[in-house]
């Protein structure tokens, strides 16, 4: 319960202490004609990370001679330090130009983490619980280009740099028989395609928005580990009356055996709110979520959403496997009306608790 009312307490705080003239406004913020740049304080709480503080900026802009009604290009940039001795530096990134033509979408970061692990499989047991510490660069980069119509097509690379892996001596992990346990590179290019036509990259509230990928990770391109994975993510938005949108996410994915388990799909992140994170490991995972939003009063709004999910060693077994169901409901403040950049609050439940979930911009 004390989780729960400094989640809630905190970010309605940070809103707070960036109001001026008894009007609640975003933390300072500088326009002009093709820019728009939002800052404000990161104050959180996670039973893996302790208290979490640090900085946020968010910039929205479009190159020069890009039309107006073009979807806006966004830079994010955020730094954390927590009481767990935990770093975060991260700056996703999604760029338009030629009249969306092409795009450039993906992230840089670095990160000094603690990851939770349950075992593998839709049946770990969640009283078995361990965490273990990792440290890593990150790289997310896909170049696409326009062939026809809200049709992207290009090519794709990730590397994720694990190293100074610390895990129990006599844990779960320590024993396990999966790939990645003593750390290593993840390195693995790919193709990838995009269908789009939503109306908003930030808020959508109609059109679709298809996603899939395949990628090989091999000696070759430095990898410490030889696998592949393909990967397809369909959202569908559409709008009910005024500002109430329905949402709907269907994920599923498969990777083959020599993935290292860092790498594995998991349930207990944005897709399946309410479980803690990492909660279901394995090579395959199928999810679907449906969320829907309202406005509230201002520059406020809501949402519900419901999420089913399950992962399996194969992907032949995901429809006989066991899924996992969670709900939960949460707040919208808007930072940038013009481009509906939000500040998100959920708080999601499942048969194993609940969990809070603070940060920028929708789950989907």
Do not use: C
Not at 148 to 176: C, Q, T, V
Not at 272 to 293: C, H, Q
Not at 333 to 341: A, C, D, Q, T
Request: no cysteine.
């Amino acid at each position: 319960m004390m989780n729960l009312i400094k989640g809630f307490l905190l970010p309605l705080l940070i809103i707070s202490l960036s109001s001026a003239s008894g009007q609640l406004e975003p933390a300072p913020e500088t326009d002009s004609k093709n820019l728009k740049f939002t800052a404000l304080p990161i104050l959180y709480y996670l039973p893996e990370t302790g208290l979490g503080y640090g900085g946020l900026g968010v910039a929205t802009f479009r190159f020069e001679r890009v039309k107006k009604e073009t979807r806006p290009s966004s830079l994010q940039l955020a730094l954390s330090l927590t009481t767990k001795r935990q770093f975060l530096l991260f700056a996703p990134y999604e760029l338009y130009w030629k009249d969306d033509k092409w795009r450039l979408v993906g992230e840089l970061g670095y990160y000094e983490y603690i990851y939770n692990f349950y075992g593998i499989g839709i049946d770990s047991r969640e009283g078995d619980k361990e965490t273990y510490n990792v440290t890593f660069p990150r790289i997310r980069m896909a170049l696409l280009r326009e062939l026809l119509p809200n049709f992207s097509f290009g090519l794709s690379y990730e590397l994720d740099g694990y190293h100074n892996l610390e895990k129990a001596e006599e844990g779960m992990l320590a024993s396990a028989a999966v790939p990645g346990i003593e750390g290593g590179t993840v390195s693995n290019v790919g193709i990838t395609a995009i269908y789009d036509t939503r109306d908003n990259i930030f808020h959508p509230t109609r059109g679709v928005f298809i996603q899939t990928g395949v990628h090989t990770s091999a000696g070759f391109l430095g990898s410490s580990f030889d696998y592949d994975k393909v990967e397809l993510d369909a959202r569908y938005y559409q709008r009910i009356k005024g500002r109430h949108i329905l949402a709907f996410d269907f994920f599923t994915a498969g990777s083959s055996s020599g993935t290292p388990f860092m790498a594995y799909y998991y349930l207990g992140s944005k897709r399946t709110r309410g479980f803690n994170d990492r909660r279901f490991l394995g090579l395959s995972e199928l999810t679907a979520v449906i969320e829907y939003r309202f406005p509230v009063a201002g520059r406020f709004g809501a949402t519900v959403f419901s999420s089913t999910g399950t992962v399996a060693s194969r992907f032949s077994r995901l429809f006989s496997s066991g899924f996992k169901t969670s709900y939960g409901a949460g707040l919208r403040y808007i930072l940038n009306k013009k481009e509906g950049v939000r500040l998100r609050v959920d708080y999601g439940l499942s048969s194993e608790g609940g969990n809070l979930y603070f940060t920028i911009n929708e789950a989907f």
